[in-house]
């Protein structure tokens, strides 16, 4: 079953690509990560680990905690 | 070689734990989550996932993106 933590964070993942203007094959790319990695994750069926985090991040030119500033990834 | 950005996080989650009076031990009953594997955490050794990260902002009553508002592991 989808872990909502995990779809909210793809989910966010996703709007900031697309903010940046990025298909997932060009953000693959600049983090060196394969493009159907990102596609997991933004479905929120890979459980991301922190290096890549910040690989992310990085790629995307945000810190790694805006990858997790989302209503669908706080709780109360 | 350790990896300064998991260095980083560790220390900053260190500090989040201290802060909240807890100890590895009493950290790890909350989130489920074995001592030693708190201490790798802190430590830099362990390249901790997105599920866990979650589990660990929740015992601790911190949202996950606060766990990364560090200096240590932001970039340019």
């Known amino acids: 079953m989808a872990n909502?933590?995990?779809v909210g964070f793809g989910l966010h993942l996703k709007k900031l690509r697309l903010e940046k203007g990025l298909s997932q094959e060009q953000l693959g790319l600049i983090a060196e990560l394969d493009r159907?990695?990102?596609s997991g994750i933004e479905r929120g069926v890979r459980n991301v680990?922190?290096?890549n985090i910040f690989r992310i991040a990085k790629a995307l030119d945000v810190q790694a905690s805006e990858l997790f500033?989302?209503?669908a990834i706080s709780h109360d």
């Open 4 to 6: 909502p933590l995990l």
């Open 36 to 38: 159907t990695y990102i």
């Open 49 to 51: 680990s922190l290096t």
């Open 69 to 71: 500033q989302s209503e």
